[in-house]
């Protein structure tokens, strides 16, 4: 539906337009029901020393652990005096944690060593201290373990003066562990974030030495904006050198402002990229070290909850299967969450925070068909103080109804922050009381392809100059001749990475250029957002691709209609050199948004009451069949659908007697026709010609 929030006029639409997308897109989140990523796990549900001998208490066990549904915790193989501390003995845990279906332990070895860095005992001790700690972890007889880590930050805790270095130290430890526990799964190398330059020699060795983990780990400390590049890039690493696809465990986790350790909308960033990256697990770091067992800094006391653990209760719920979770800029600090989709229950569920403008647009596109024609939706809230404060629980904000309609509803949030979390429950509805009317959801979903991308001013091709494959190279339009420098291959990558076909580089903003002007080119991938762009509907089956750095449009320069036209960035001007269509390669029909057709929102059906006669009422008789009256004399045409048009008075819909003086594609969105003095056309699209009438965007009479 169109919207004056973005334009009160022509002139300020040409003025603003620039901006209102880049706004838009940071508040925008879409959760795609039809995208299923695996099943839910509860990946993130874990914590560092988050559960130690006798907290939380034994009394409120099940109620502050069992509830939120753990799945990995992380705990030293050993926890007493001498140690790296003198609590949170893993085997000590692992029978606590025994009773809590799912959960798991992974051993910190470590640990087993006091003071930081390590005070290294000699490799012979150390290995004896190994085999004493599996000898009494098989005892045990406790099955619930994630697995061994050889080892913990070793850029800051290794030094070659101990008589190894470090690789040859993993291979003489990963040996007796596969000799004394072969079925047991080692973990490594435990890094303190991910740096190729360690990474690449470690698997190196690891894959010439046959010592390879069975899980790769390291730490999400520094920057939760810079996680989807460095999955991507050790997913590369592995490529290049043959070793298949290991399970990846973030094995301490927090944003980089240790004080946010738990809140809700901090986590929810880190939820929603480990569930879109199907992270096996991930576990909330450690900073504040005289409160061990707050599994994570969600309880603010040892035996009372805070905020994080309300949200975490949340995610913990999830069931069914997790599904994709579009955020406005993967590679940014902003808004961000994961959701489910429970077939069984007939639920979705959306949980969700972090850095936003104050208003979110939650927008689900293929809801299950459980849901019906009419949703259900309750919001909630749990607002974070501080670690420390205790919390009584989440409130709801509202629980409404809202019209489906091909399959997607869109929902408007005020009044948001960073720091609260965020939950959206949907179920089915039934028509029942106030139903909000549907808004359109334009949705543009790019499917992962390869894909032509056409001027709508030159009808020309975006296209490499020369066909060149190296860095730097232009980029410009040229009339499309099916050349492979002339197709893109379009993924989301944080945004929308554009590829192209023959260079294998991306669509580049040259010098990160956030000026009118600036120059696009091809550049390897870097993974910068500028290369990341977000794709906007601009109408008519064309769309603005936009540069997530700059927020300026990607512009034929001068508006040139001319083979070798340089392509540009520059500020939205609504001009046709700024639009393009997106054509599958195969194929001559460009993507273009899904648009429902709305159906109006309508109170309860009143089935009991005879139907006045249309003799005696001027409105739709199929109106007066489903239980409404008729408007009166002059009433204003809300909808129009095949039972008639619809007006609104007195909070109930009506039947108007009214016939639209405008195109029926119009007032079937939901808009009024302009008044027949009001000729001045703002805007014209494949539903006709729109005008501005009270702030308000209308449909042009028939008459003028």
Known sequence: MKSLSFTSSLFAYLLLAGSFIAVNAVNKLTVDCGNVLRNATHCAN???????????????????????????????????????HPFGDAIAVAKRLSRTPGALVSVDLADILPYW?????????????????????????????????????????????????????????????????????????????YSEQRMRPFLEYCKKNDVMPDIMCWHELMGIELIPGRY??????????????????????????????????????????????????????????????????????????????????????????????????????????????????????????????????????????????????????????????????????????????????????????????????????????TIEPPSEVTTLIIPDGTYRIINRKSGKALAVANDSNADAANVVQATYSGKKSQQWEISEDGGYKLLNVNANKVLDMDRESKEDGGNALIWRNTGNINQRWEIEDAGDGYVYIINFNSGKLLDVENGSTTDGGNVIQWRQNNGANQQWQIIPIGSDTPVTPQKPTPAPAKTTTKTNSAAPTSSKNTCSEAILKLGYKCCSKDCGIIYTDDDGTWGYENDEWCGCNAKASCPAAIVSQGYKCCSESNCNVYETDESGKWGIENDDWCGISDKC
Request: glycine residues 10%; proline residues 5%.
């Open 46 to 84: 874990g914590s560092l020393y988050g559960i130690i001998e006798n907290v939380p208490p034994e009394n409120q066990y099940k109620s502050l652990v069992d509830d939120i549904h753990p799945y990995v915790m992380r705990n030293p193989a050993r926890g007493s005096y001498g140690n790296q």
């Open 117 to 193: 860095p390590y005070q290294w005992p000699g490799m012979q001790k150390w290995l004896d201290e190994v085999r004493s700690f599996i000898r009494d972890k098989k005892a045990s007889g406790l099955k619930n373990w994630y697995g061994y880590e050889i080892w913990n930050e070793a850029e800051n805790t290794w030094r070659d003066s101990n008589g190894y270095n470090f690789l040859d130290f993993w291979k003489e430890t990963y040996k007796v562990i596969r000799e004394m526990d072969p079925d047991e799964k080692i973990i490594g190398p435990c890094d303190g974030l």
């Open 232 to 433: 991507k890039a050790y997913r590369e690493l592995e490529r290049s050198l043959g070793i298949k696809e290991l399970p990846i465990t973030i094995n301490e986790y927090c944003d980089i402002d240790h004080d946010l350790e738990g809140q809700p909308g901090s986590s929810a960033r880190f939820i929603g990229k480990f569930e879109r990256y199907k992270i096996e697990s991930a576990l909330i770091s450690w900073w504040f070290v005289p409160q061990p067992g707050h599994l994570g800094s969600l309880l603010a006391t040892d035996s009372k909850k805070g905020a994080g653990w309300w949200f975490y209760k949340w995610y913990g719920d999830m069931t069914g299967s997790m599904v994709n979770v579009k955020p406005p800029n993967d590679n940014s600090k902003l808004i961000d969450g994961a959701a489910c989709v429970d077939e069984k229950e007939k639920y979705v569920s959306f949980i969700f925070g972090g850095p936003n403008d104050g208003t979110v647009s939650a927008n689900f596109v293929n809801l299950p068909s459980f849901i019906g024609d009419v949703a259900n939706v309750k919001f909630e809230k749990i607002d974070w103080k501080h670690k420390d404060a205790e919390s009584s629980g989440p409130n709801t904000v509202f629980e409404k109804k809202y019209a489906v309609s091909n399959g997607q509803i869109s929902i408007t949030l005020n009044g948001m922050n960073a720091s609260s979390g965020y939950r959206l429950y949907i179920t089915k509805g039934d028509n029942s009381g």
